[in-house]
C-alpha cells in the first residue's frame, strides 16, 4: 500500500492543524494506522494509532486530549486532528500502515512525512 501524507504546515502555539494520510494500491480497511513523528535529532516515536474498524484507538501520553486520530474507510484516509498545539509537537510527522496495533514503529508501510512547525 502506498501511503501520502499531508497537512503540515506552519502555526504558532495553541492553534490546531489537521493531517491526513490517503492510501493507496490495497484494502485500506485490512490495515492498522498510526501515526509517528520525528524531530530533528531524536528518534522516531509513536503518537497515535487506530484499528481497522476504528473502534480501537491508542494515543501516546504527550498528545493524550489533545489529539483525535480518525479514519474513513470509503475515502481510503486516516485523519489526526491535532489541537493546542505546542512547540514540542514540532517534527515531522509519518502514517504508517500495518496488520498489528502497535506502539512500536513495526509497521510494513510509512508515506514520506510531513513537516508540522509550532512556533512560541
Known amino acids: 500500500v502506498q501511503l501520502q501524507a499531508s497537512g503540515g504546515g506552519l502555526v504558532q502555539a495553541g492553534a490546531s492543524l489537521r493531517l491526513s494520510c490517503a492510501a493507496s494500491g490495497r484494502t485500506f480497511s485490512w490495515y492498522v494506522m498510526g501515526w509517528f513523528r520525528q524531530a530533528t535529532g531524536k528518534e522516531r516515536e509513536f503518537v497515535s494509532a487506530i484499528n481497522q474498524s476504528g473502534n480501537g484507538i491508542t494515543y501516546a501520553d504527550s498528545v493524550k486530549g489533545r489529539f483525535t486520530i480518525s479514519r474513513d474507510n470509503a475515502k481510503n484516509t486516516v485523519y489526526l486532528t491535532m489541537n493546542s498545539l505546542k512547540p514540542e509537537d514540532t517534527a515531522v510527522y509519518y502514517c504508517?500502515?500495518?496488520?498489528?496495533?502497535?506502539?512500536?514503529?513495526?509497521?510494513?508501510?510509512w508515506g514520506q512525512g510531513t513537516q508540522v512547525t509550532v512556533s512560541s
Open positions: 504508517a500502515g500495518g496488520l498489528l496495533l502497535t506502539t512500536t514503529p513495526k509497521y510494513d508501510y
